[in-house]
């Protein structure tokens, strides 16, 4: 089974620190995404990656980072976290196809 | 560019009863279509997708999909629900021309009432 594991379940930070919110997975797989998921927003993508060092942007990239130094870790930074980045992190790791694995999700709180 | 809507933001039901939860797409090209579920504090998890052949897909746990090319649509239906399917569940589009980035709809809540 292809499993995707990200660093922490829980998070809370205070406004302006830096976050970082790590995802790792175990297939070998070249692309690899993070989201946010909000109440009645669905899953809007961050970044993605189809390779190492590779990287392009999504739909809601400001305020965020990302970096893939390794093929199977996927980091997305906040460089300065605001109260409204508070939300449910959720990474994903491909295949192709548009088929997605993904990962138990980040709730990080920021205050 | 690809469009999911699906129509429903929640769907309450009674356990035992059917359930329907609709998903239309739109795009340019051929497609795969998918359907996640995702618990409460849990990530998604796939439940069904359409890559070719047959257009009705099923899943393990009962729930079945088709692909109605006509109508752009892939609802997503199971004829007896259990309180377990209680969940957020989401409908996927990528194109088939080499793009490897889906298109979600905003997710329809299933609710199962005992």
């Known amino acids: 089974d292809v499993k995707v594991t990200q660093s922490s379940r829980y998070l809370v930070k205070r406004t302006g620190e830096k976050v970082f919110l790590e995802c790792v997975q175990d297939?070998?797989?070249?692309?690899m995404f993070w989201y946010r998921q909000d109440p009645g927003l669905g899953l809007r993508l961050i970044y993605f990656s189809y390779d190492v060092k590779m990287k392009e942007k999504g739909d809601i990239p400001e305020g965020y980072s990302v970096s893939r130094e390794k093929k199977e870790r996927f980091s997305l930074i906040l460089e300065s976290a605001s109260t409204n980045q508070t939300s449910m992190y959720l990474c994903?790791?491909?295949?192709?196809?548009?088929?997605?694995?993904f990962g138990p999700g980040t709730r990080l709180t920021v205050t | 560019a690809q469009s999911v809507t699906q129509l429903d933001s929640q769907v309450p039901v009674f356990e035992e009863a059917p359930v329907e939860l609709r998903c239309n797409y739109s795009?340019?090209?051929?497609?795969?279509l998918f359907w996640y579920v995702q618990y409460p504090n849990q990530g998604l998890q796939l439940l069904l997708k359409y890559l070719s052949g047959s257009t009705l897909v099923e899943s393990i746990n009962g729930f079945e999909a088709e692909f109605n090319k006509s109508q752009t649509s892939f609802h997503l239906r199971k004829p007896s629900v259990h309180i377990s399917d209680t969940a957020e569940y989401f409908c996927a589009v990528s194109d088939r021309g080499g793009s490897y980035i889906p298109t979600f709809g905003r997710g329809t809540s299933l609710i199962v009432h005992p």
């Open positions: 994903a790791s491909s295949p192709g196809q548009g088929r997605q694995y």
């Open positions: 297939m070998d797989h070249e692309n």
């Open positions: 795009s340019s090209v051929s497609v795969y």
